[in-house]
């Protein structure tokens, strides 16, 4: 069947989008890292390539990460990092950020790096062990600190008081707009938040606007967060 043709409402941006977890190695064979897959970023690329965007995609890799598949004719215009450490994540997007007309920022960046890991495997041994963490770069407040004129979309997935949280985070760290949803239980038929297809939130503005979305696929909501934004 014919589909309508996407408004090309974008195509005078070219935005950079950070997505997916971040790893902090604690050996040579281990590291740590969060439930995130990817997907909210890769729906958020996917609706920006069809409505005629240039995409710098900053992905975390790990196992089972997804990663966009762009609409027919857009391939061209979507430009894939793969980074694993939030270090690598702040480097590679600090350098896309002066091209770039706006960020979106969906990637679960690992707050905590390992202090020292180990080059060499760890050997198993009955004494418990301590592992130090150091914060991690906060990879949306360096591209905040390095902007000239960039607009600025931030994600937070919360377990509690989400629009609270949300709207903290949309003024503490500057930004022109926030979607904020719950994180379900991980294993209950949980619908938002990690590693699901689906979400709901609320997108915030610092203009102090209020939009509620209901649960739907992540590409319904991805296309809702763009009408509403572009
Ligand atoms: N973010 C980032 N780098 C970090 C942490 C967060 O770029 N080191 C970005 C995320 O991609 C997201 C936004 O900041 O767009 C909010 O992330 P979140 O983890 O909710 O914020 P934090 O300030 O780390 O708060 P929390 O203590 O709840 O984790
Ligand atoms: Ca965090």
């Known amino acids: 069947a014919l589909r309508p043709a996407t408004v090309q409402d974008l195509k005078d941006e070219r935005i950079l989008i950070t997505a997916g977890p971040t790893t902090t190695a604690i050996d040579a064979v281990r590291y740590i890292t969060n439930h995130s897959t990817g997907r909210m970023g890769a729906a958020m690329a996917e609706e920006a390539l069809r409505r005629g965007a240039v995409v710098d995609y900053v992905l975390g890799v790990d196992k089972g990460v997804v990663r966009p598949v762009p609409s027919r004719g857009s391939e061209g215009r979507l430009h894939l990092v793969e980074v694993r450490t939030a270090e690598e994540m702040a480097a590679a997007a600090l350098s896309k950020l002066p091209t770039a007309t706006g960020v979106v920022a969906t990637a679960a960046v690992m707050d905590y790096s390992v202090a020292s890991p180990s080059a060499s495997k760890l050997k198993r041994a009955s004494d418990a062990i301590a592992l130090d963490l150091v914060p991690s770069t906060d990879v949306l407040g360096s591209l905040k600190g390095a902007a000239n004129g960039q607009w600025f979309l931030g ?41 699901v297809g689906t979400n709901a939130g609320v997108l915030l503005s610092a203009k102090g606007e209020r939009h509620e979305l209901a649960l739907g696929p992540k590409a319904d909501i991805a296309r809702q967060i763009w009408d509403l934004i572009a």
Not at 164 to 192: I, P, Q, Y
Request: a negative charge.
């Open 155 to 195: 994600f937070a997935a919360e377990t509690d008081n989400v629009e609270e949280h949300g709207a903290g985070k949309l003024k503490a760290k500057g930004l022109d707009f926030l979607f904020a949803n719950a994180v379900s239980k991980l294993g209950a038929s949980g619908a938002t938040g990690f590693a």
